[in-house]
């Protein structure tokens, strides 16, 4: 598809030095397109029973965007955010088949869906737990490549 600059070749210029040193460009592009494109987390076979919990880490050394994929009591998978959502302890680290996610700081309990169960401490709190106090839940879409 043509845009219409292309006859114009010879007036273009390279793109100035600093977009490639600046490094808070870095993370603006890291958001606008890597955090928003595809990218491969797991094989599902190792998703195969109810309770299995993968954690990965998306574009390790780049984003390294901490996520687990889950597969709940009803069979179905979920992706999540890896990072608790009260203190941002990292939840899970290594694969395991659980029946619920519990943070290892002040012991909040996730299910596999990523609901907030019980949280120490908040027992009686006033509109607990909150939409945020879930973990986020990640887009994702499963593939067989055969
Ligand atoms: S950081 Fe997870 S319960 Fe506090």
Redesign the pocket.
Same mark, same amino acid.
């Given at each position: 598809m043509k845009t219409g600059n292309e006859d114009n070749i010879g007036s273009m210029r390279t793109l100035p030095s600093m977009f490639y040193k600046d490094p808070s460009l870095l993370e603006e592009m890291k958001e606008m397109i890597f955090a928003r494109s595809w990218q491969l987390v797991t094989d599902v076979d190792r998703l195969k029973a109810p309770g299995q919990v993968v954690p990965h880490s998306v574009m390790e050394g780049f984003l390294n965007e901490p996520i687990i994929m889950t597969r709940d009591a009803d069979d179905q998978l979920h992706c999540l955010s890896n990072v *608790?959502? #009260? $203190?941002?302890?990292l939840?899970v680290e290594g694969e395991c088949h659980a029946q619920s996610l519990r *943070?290892?700081? #002040?012991? $909040?309990r996730f299910s596999l869906d990523g609901q907030m169960v019980t949280?120490p401490g908040f027992e009686g709190v006033a509109d607990f737990p909150a939409d945020s106090d879930h973990l986020q839940s990640v887009p994702f879409a499963s593939r067989r490549i055969y």
């Open positions: *608790c959502t #009260h $203190r941002g302890n939840l *943070c290892r700081y #002040h012991g $909040r949280a």
